[in-house]
């Protein structure tokens, strides 16, 4: 096994998680919301300033499948 792959291995088994900015954010936009759009483009703005990106859904989308759609 390489140091690599066990030096990743520890931070698993220890519970260490990704730093949040490391991983998507995904937000589901509503589409007859103005003040939650207000809001929601607020914390987007703020989160992509700060170097996470972000995926959003719309509508009737299931923010999981906009997951996919990202990294595919």
Known sequence: MTQSLENR?????GGALPHAGELPHV???????????ARIAA????????????????GGENP???LVEHFI
Do not use: N
């Not at 291995?9 to 088994?13: C, G, H, S």
């Not at 914390?43 to 859904?57: D, N």
């Open 27 to 37: 937000a589901h936009w509503p589409e007859d919301d103005p003040h939650e759009q």
């Open 43 to 58: 914390e987007l703005a703020a989160r992509e300033r700060a170097g996470q990106t972000c995926i959003v859904a719309r």
């Open 64 to 66: 999981l499948d906009a």
């Open 9 to 13: 291995l520890k931070r698993l088994e």
